[in-house]
């Protein structure tokens, strides 16, 4: 009888054993499938990642340079209109600068992150001010406290929000000071 039993759970287990096989096989093939899913989801946020970090030092790059040709072309147009001497290649330049910091700038209300844009907010309030108060110069009517000393004033104190903007800008990228590459 133990010979019959032993017998009979031999057999089981021989004809058993292909099925069990195929399903630990199975459920190991559905394993490192989601295992290779879970991977190609982390690589593609990885790079996903990585390129909103590209974009958004380009973005930085490029308005940090409009934003200092805008101030510099400003300063161009204030002397020139003090000295009487703007003319239509002046005003063009000018208004190309401005054209190139509004693009810089709609670029970065859209990658930038908030801490970022509060300090942008500052220098486009500034240079948006000397602008106005630029025109108005130009016009022949000045507004009060904007005469062109003033207006010089003005702008050289504009470089005051570079440094906070610029260490922003870096730790929005994950930067600190000692770090001088991406």
Not at 76 to 95: F, I, W
Not at 154 to 172: E, I, Q, S
């Amino acid at each position: 009888m133990v010979a019959l039993l032993v017998a009979a759970i031999g057999m089981l287990g021989t004809l058993s054993s292909p099925i069990v096989a195929q399903r630990l096989s199975a459920r190991t093939k559905r394993e490192e499938s989601d295992a290779q899913r879970q991977d190609a989801l982390e690589g593609r946020d990885h790079a996903r990642r990585e390129a909103l970090a590209r974009e958004k030092k380009a973005a930085y790059v490029s308005f940090n340079a409009a934003a200092r040709r805008y101030r510099i072309e400003l300063m161009n147009c204030l002397h020139a209109v003090g000295s009487g001497a703007l003319d239509e290649a002046g005003r063009g330049e000018l208004r190309d600068s401005r054209r190139a910091y509004s693009l810089g700038l709609a670029e970065m209300q859209i990658v930038a992150s908030d801490s970022v844009m509060e300090v942008v907010e500052q220098v486009t309030s500034n240079l948006y001010g000397a602008y106005k108060a630029i025109k108005s110069l130009e016009d022949g009517a000045p507004e009060p406290g904007w005469s062109f000393e003033e207006i010089q004033d003005h702008l050289g104190r504009t470089w005051d929000y570079w440094a906070p903007m610029r260490k922003a800008m870096r730790n929005d990228l994950g930067l600190d000071e000692s770090t001088s590459e991406l």
